[in-house]
Structure formats: structure tokens, C-alpha cells
């Protein structure tokens, strides 16, 4: 099991197949009703605060489960302040501020292009929501909608290989309305598979 603090509010959780063994639970069989993943989610919450400086008190959890290699599971468990539940209008407009920030990368070459997305593919794609692919000027512009705080992650893997431009849905419409269009969703999937 590996347990990382991404930021105060969120915290990453890895468990391998033998995890999953020890547990005696599936990610299939995860479901938040079942008393079973009740228990694993009350374990793991323990682990983490043994672990962290994290404080799961005085708010509400929202816990995400991805698949992850050959029978692992990858959380993200997310911790939402009582203060921001405070309303009723709040509480249905309220949500993390850790989800769907777009991301916005130039690559002058597909050699590279290619390369960032078959590393996103294989380290990231349980995080990513989705991306799409747009040439502008002669160059790519690959659109990368996250779906936690992993920006700063995700940025120095890419500036490996490409350029940095910007984030947010200002970024991603200027691409949108100026460039054209190549891959509209699974841009990372679909370039690993057919070119790295």
C-alpha cells in the first residue's frame, strides 16, 4: 500500500492486488453501501492518519476508487470542510476544488507528443477525466482535463517533452475556437495505442 498526501484536502492511496487480497474485497465489489468497504475505508482511514498530518474531522469524505494493475485499486479520498456545507444552495453548488482543471500543452513535433501521452497513459490514466488533440500553427495542442490537484504532476511530466501554455476553460476555448480539431476525446489513449 502507498499513501500519499497530494494536498490539505486530498490524500492518494495505492493498493496492490495483494492489498486487495489482504482486505478481502475486489474493485468490483467496492460499492459504498456494502458494510465490507465501510470496513476497508475505515482501516485505510486509520493507515492515513497514522501516516499524515491529515484531518478527517469536522468535514465529509468523498472517496473515489479507480482500477488500477492487475487487480489493484487506486483512491483518492477527499476531505470537504463542514463550513463549505453550510447552506443548502451551497451544498448543491459546493464541490471539491480538486476536479476538471484542463490543462493546455504545445508540442512542435508528433515524435514528442507521442512519448508525453504513451508516460500519461502508463503513470496518470486513472486521473485523467479526458483529453483531445488540436493542431494550431503547424504545432499540437493537447488538452489534458485532470480530475485531481495533480497539476504540478502532470506538468513536469509533460514539460519533458512539451511546452507548458496554461490551465482553465479560458485556455482550452482560445485552443477550441482557434485550432483545429484532431482528436475530440481519449487523445492520450488513442496516440499511445497507435504511435508510441
Do not use: W
Amino acid at each position: 500500500m502507498k499513501i500519499e498526501q497530494i494536498d490539505q484536502q486530498t490524500i492518494k492511496v495505492v493498493l496492490t492486488p495483494r492489498d486487495m487480497d489482504s482486505f478481502d474485497i475486489t474493485y468490483e465489489e467496492m460499492d459504498y453501501k456494502d458494510p465490507n468497504t465501510k470496513r476497508v475505508i475505515l482501516e485505510l482511514l486509520h493507515q492515513i492518519k497514522k501516516e499524515t498530518s491529515m484531518d478527517f474531522n469536522g468535514g465529509k469524505l468523498f472517496v473515489e476508487a479507480f482500477p488500477y494493475l492487475d487487480g489493484g485499486c487506486v483512491l483518492y479520498i477527499c476531505t470537504i470542510p463542514a463550513s463549505a456545507e453550510t447552506t443548502p444552495k451551497t451544498r448543491q453548488t459546493q464541490k471539491p476544488a480538486v476536479f476538471n482543471t484542463p490543462l493546455v500543452f504545445a508540442f512542435r513535433e508528433l515524435e514528442p507528443l507521442a512519448d508525453a501521452c504513451k508516460h500519461l497513459f502508463l503513470q496518470y490514466n486513472h486521473i485523467i477525466l479526458k483529453s483531445a488533440l488540436y493542431l494550431y500553427e503547424h504545432q499540437y495542442r493537447l488538452l489534458v482535463y485532470s480530475y485531481f490537484k495533480l497539476d504540478d504532476k502532470l506538468i513536469g511530466l509533460v514539460s519533458e517533452y512539451g511546452r507548458f501554455i496554461g490551465k482553465g476553460s479560458i485556455q482550452a476555448s482560445l485552443v477550441k475556437e482557434h485550432a483545429k480539431c484532431l482528436l475530440e476525446s481519449n487523445a492520450i489513449e488513442t496516440i499511445s495505442e497507435k504511435l508510441a
